[in-house]
C-alpha cells in the first residue's frame, strides 16, 4: 500500500508537480500559496513576456541583473540581499520573486529569464548527483561545484544554513515518545505527515521515500498531505491544528520556538548540510557581480537569518524588501 496523499485547497487550481507516485494517492486538496502552476492563471507570472522576462529583451538587456527566489519567504528576503547590494553597487536589478519549485527555478535560468537565485547546498547537490556522500559543509560545497551542469555556476557558500526538518508538537511528541526521526519506525498507527509537494516525490533531503530508506519507516504508515506554502502559516497552522502529526518546516522557522514544536533529530545524518549559495547562469557572472554578493556571503549566518525570518512573519510582519535592507544597512552593505 502506498502513502497516503490527500489535500485541502483553499484556491482554485491543482499543481501538476505533486502527481501520486508510489508513495502517494491523492484523496482532496490544500491550499496552494504563490506556486508556480497558479502564477499564470492568477495573471501574476513573473516569467511572462509581461512580467519582463525574455518578452522584453532577453538577461542581458541594458545589462539587468535579473534575481529570482523560490516560492517562500526566506528564500525571497536572501534574494532581496542580493538585489539590493546589487544596487547599491551601480547596476540595474529586476526581481522576479516568488517564482515556484527548484524546478521551476532551475528552467527559468537554463532559459535566461533569471540570473541569480539562493540556493542551499545539499538539497541543489542532491538534485543534481543523487548518488552523492558528502556529508561536511565543504564536502557537499566540493561535490556541487562538480556536480552542477557547465551552464550554472555557485559563488562562495555563507555560514548560514536552513535545513528540511520534520516537526511535531510538543503535546504529540512528548505523548508518543518522539523526538528523533529514528522513533517513527516503532510509532504505532499511520504517520500523517504535510508538506511540500515535492517531498513525496524527492529521494533526498526529509522526504518520505529518504526516511523510508534511512530510518526504515514504512511508506505505508505514512500518510501525506502536500501543502505548498514552503513550511509557511499554512503548514504551521496544519500542525497546531492538529490536521497533521508531522510537518516539513525550514529549520531557521520562528514558529518552531514560538510554538513548542519540536524538532526532530537526525542520528544518521540524513539530511545533508544546507549552506546559503548564490546560483547563477554562468555567463552572466562578472567580477562586479560576484563581488556585491559575496560580500553578503561573508558575513550572512544562520542566526541572521532566524532573525530576518522573525521580522516577516511575526508582529513586524515587515515585507522582504524591507527585512533584507535593514539588515544591509546594520551590516554597512548599502
Known sequence: MAATDHTLNPRAGANPSAAPNRLVRRRAVIGLLAGAPLLAACGGD????DGGGQGSGGSGSGGTVRVGSANFPESEIIGELYAQVLEAKGLTVERKMQIGSREVYLGALKDGSIDLIGEYTGNLLAFYDKQAKAKTSEEVFAALQ??????????????????????????????????????????DGTLRVGGPPEMSQ???????????????????????????????????KALKD???????????????EENGFVMLEDPEGMVT??????????????????????????????EDLMAMNAENSGG???????VAGEWLKEKGLV
Open 273 to 302: 548540510p544546507q549552506n546559503i549559495v548564490p546560483l547563477m547562469a554562468k555567463d552572466r557572472v562578472t567580477d562586479q557581480i560576484r563581488e556585491a554578493v559575496e560580500s553578503v556571503q561573508k558575513i550572512l549566518t544562520t
Open 46 to 49: 513573473p516569467l511572462s513576456s
Open 146 to 187: 562538480k556536480a552542477l551542469p557547465d551552464d550554472l555556476e555557485v559563488l562562495a557558500e555563507a555560514k548560514a544554513e536552513n535545513k528540511d526538518a520534520w516537526c511535531a508538537a510538543g503535546d504529540w511528541a512528548k505523548q508518543h515518545g518522539i523526538s528523533s526521526y529514528a522513533d517513527l519506525k516503532d510509532y
Open 202 to 236: 524527492r529521494d533526498y533531503g526529509a522526504g518520505l521515500a529518504r526516511v523510508e530508506s534511512v530510518y526504515g519507516v514504512p511508506a505505508d504508515r505514512m500518510e501525506f498531505t502536500p501543502i505548498s506554502d514552503g513550511g509557511g502559516p499554512l503548514t504551521v
Open 316 to 322: 513586524q510582519k515587515k515585507q522582504p524588501r524591507e
Open 242 to 256: 492538529g490536521d497533521v502529526d508531522l510537518a516539513n518546516i525550514f529549520s531557521t522557522t520562528p514558529a518552531i
